[in-house]
């Protein structure tokens, strides 16, 4: 199950996050030092936001690792279930520009098949 969290594409995004997560609290102890040197209420707002991003982050990223934990591996393979396609139903009765509008759209769509089927050629 932990193997799945193994994987190139994940370990990556395991080292992003934890550069990321460093990445807030020194910009926070940054900012923290230019609020002490006489910076305003910014700086000081900022010296707190930033490892609170950080923490944000990483509770987002937690969230994330255990949806992938809990999915099923399955849902990746393409199924076999056999999907029919039916043909638009072409509504004549009634309105007959909404019926000359809708022939008109399964004709374009006839042709789109058409197009799909020959390669698109």
Do not use: C
Request: hydrophobic residues 45%; aromatic residues 14%; negative net charge.
């Amino acid at each position: 199950m932990w193997t799945r969290l193994l994987t190139p594409r994940w370990v990556l995004l395991h080292l992003l996050v934890a550069a990321l997560f460093v990445a807030t609290f020194f910009l926070g102890y940054w900012q923290l030092t230019k609020a002490e040197n006489g910076g305003g209420a910014v700086n000081w707002s900022y010296a707190l936001q930033w490892p609170l991003y950080g923490v944000m982050g990483l509770w987002f990223y937690v969230r994330m690792v255990r949806e992938e934990l809990h999915r099923d591996p399955d849902e990746d393979e393409p199924g076999n279930a056999v999907v029919l396609y039916q043909r638009p139903r072409i509504d004549t009765s009634g309105d007959p520009e909404l019926a000359a509008y809708n022939a008109y759209l399964a004709e374009l769509n006839e042709r789109a098949l058409g197009q799909r089927s020959t390669g698109g050629r």
